[in-house]
């Protein structure tokens, strides 16, 4: 069966800070990747999605940036943190697009920036 | 943008039939319907999905307007475990992108 992991889990880190949140997928290959955030209270906003390696789509200009360095391994990154960066983020995956195949989700991470 | 319109909260007795009501008035013929659920700091959860039929599983069943601008996701016999943030969102095939909105906060009361 196909399982997805992300950490850590919850993270405290300082403004200016950079970042770094992994998300691994087992059980499927060539799988679509997916980061969300969440803000307190709000509901999920679309970040990057990645249909291969190498191959990221940006859906909101923003301080973070996604990397696929490899089949089922996605990460999402920031040079230096900002306030507003706080909240839960989401990894997911899914497969064949042409299907009315669904969306899985990871168990998020928490970001706190102080 | 999301394609979906949802009340914001809605509360249902335990044991009850919970009807969480979803328009998507401007869906197109090749969008699927997808409801999943979020409880407070979890990843959303799958639950159902639907194109022009009426759907039932183990969780719920989806109910889908002949003109399919609507529809209703249904638990059948809601627990306080149901407690949680209720999304409706459609996608088209062929597409990656699944949109979600702000959702229904359904709070079940014993």
């Known amino acids: 069966s196909q399982t997805i992991h992300q950490w850590p889990a919850t993270l405290v880190q300082p403004v200016g800070s950079p970042l770094s949140l992994e998300c691994t997928v087992e059980g499927t290959s060539n799988p679509n990747l997916y980061w969300y955030r969440q803000a307190a209270g709000r509901g999920l906003q679309l970040l990057f999605y990645s249909v291969g390696i190498g191959q990221i789509s940006s859906e909101v200009p923003q301080n973070l940036s996604a990397s696929r360095p490899q089949d089922r391994q996605f990460i999402l990154s920031s040079k230096k943190l900002l306030l507003s960066d706080s909240g839960f983020y989401l990894c997911?995956?899914?497969?064949?697009?042409?299907?009315?195949?669904?969306?899985?989700f990871g168990e998020g991470s928490w970001l706190t920036v102080v | 943008d999301a394609k979906t319109t949802q009340p914001p909260s809605m509360d249902c007795a335990e044991g009850r039939a919970a009807n969480l009501p979803c328009n998507h008035s401007?869906?197109?013929?090749?969008?699927?319907v997808y409801w999943y659920r979020q409880i407070h700091s979890q990843g959303p959860q799958y639950i159902i999905h639907g194109l022009k039929n009426n759907e039932t599983n183990e969780m719920a069943s989806l109910i889908i307007t002949e003109d399919r601008k609507s529809s209703t996701l249904i638990l059948p016999h809601a627990t306080l475990r149901d407690t949680a943030v209720y999304y409706c969102?459609?996608?088209?095939?062929?597409?990656?992108?699944?949109?979600f909105g702000t959702g229904t906060r359904l709070k079940v009361l014993a």
């Open positions: 401007t869906i197109s013929g090749n969008e699927y």
């Open positions: 969102i459609v996608r088209a095939s062929g597409t990656y992108k699944y949109i």
């Open positions: 997911a995956w899914s497969t064949d697009i042409r299907l009315g195949n669904t969306i899985y």
